[in-house]
C-alpha cells in the first residue's frame, strides 16, 4: 500500500474510522487468520503517529484473536529516525513485524539484515516479533534502446539455471545488459540462505519474498532453511 493513500485515509479520522471498519468486514468475510500490512514508505515523523493510532484502533476493532503484522524496513529507507513504527506500537499491537531485509549487496545482506534487526532490538521490540525476510529473487536495472532505464526482477528459479559453481560461492552472476547497475546480479545461494535462517533462530523466525521462486533439488533455497534447522 502506497504511503501516499494510506497518509489521506490516515489523517481524517472520519476516513479512518471508515478504513477500518472495512477492514473488519473484509476479515469476517474471509475468515481469514488475519492481516499483513505492507505500508511502503512512512517519510515523516507524523507518518510514524499516525500509523501507530491507526493500529491501536484496528487492533482494538479487530480483537486479540485476529492476527495483525506489518512489513517493515531499515531506518535507511525513511527520511527520519523513527523507523516505520514505534517499538510500544509493535509490541501491544501486532503479533509480528516482517523484517524486508532484502539486501543482496555487500557481504550477500548479512551487514544489512543485522543492522536492521539491530535498530528493531534497540527500539525496545520483542525479539519473537521480529521475523527476518529472506529474497530468493535479484533485482537491477539496465538501459532499453531508446537509453530508458528498466527494472530487471529475475526470481532465483531463472538464476539458478545460469549459476555456475562458483557463482555459488560469491553469490553474483554476471549481468551483461547496457547500462546495468549493478554490473552483477546480486542473489542469496543457498548457504548465505541457511546463515541468514539460522541468524534468525534467535527471534522470530524467517518469512520470504516469494516461495514460488524456488527450484527443488540441491540448489533449492527452502531446503537451505530446512537444514539449518535441524543442525
Do not use: C
Not at 9 to 32: E, N, P
Not at 138 to 156: C, E, S
Not at 174 to 201: C, H, M, V, W
Amino acid at each position: 500500500v502506497s504511503m501516499n493513500i494510506m497518509r489521506n485515509y490516515l489523517a481524517d479520522s472520519s476516513l479512518q474510522k471508515h478504513l477500518i471498519r472495512q477492514l473488519v468486514a473484509l476479515q469476517q468475510m474471509l475468515k481469514g487468520a488475519g492481516m499483513d500490512f505492507d505500508i511502503e514508505y512512512p517519510a515523516s515523523d507524523n507518518d510514524t503517529r499516525l500509523l501507530g493510532a491507526f493500529f491501536k484502533q484496528l487492533r482494538a476493532a479487530m480483537g486479540g484473536n485476529i492476527l495483525i503484522t506489518a512489513d517493515v524496513g531499515p531506518e535507511s529507507y525513511m527520511e527520519n529516525s523513527l523507523g516505520h513504527l514505534e517499538g510500544a506500537v509493535i509490541n501491544a499491537y501486532l503479533n509480528w513485524i516482517n523484517l524486508m531485509t532484502y539486501g543482496k549487496g555487500a557481504n550477500n545482506g548479512m551487514e544489512l539484515m543485522r543492522k536492521t534487526v539491530q535498530e528493531y532490538v534497540n527500539k525496545g521490540v520483542d525479539s519473537n516479533k521480529i521475523v527476518i525476510g529472506l529474497p530468493f529473487y535479484a533485482k537491477a536495472t539496465w538501459l532499453d534502446g531508446n537509453g530508458k532505464r528498466v527494472p530487471f526482477i529475475p526470481p532465483y528459479s531463472y538464476l539458478v539455471g545460469k549459476i555456475a559453481d562458483d557463482d555459488f560461492v560469491t553469490d553474483t552472476l554476471s549481468f551483461d545488459k547496457p547500462g546495468a547497475q549493478p554490473a552483477y546480479l546480486l542473489f542469496n545461494s543457498p548457504r548465505t540462505i541457511a546463515l541468514k535462517a539460522k541468524y534468525a533462530e534467535s527471534f522470530g523466525g524467517v518469512m520470504v519474498w516469494s516461495w514460488r521462486y524456488d527450484v527443488v533439488g540441491r540448489h533449492s533455497l527452502s531446503d537451505a532453511i530446512l537444514k539449518s534447522m535441524n543442525e
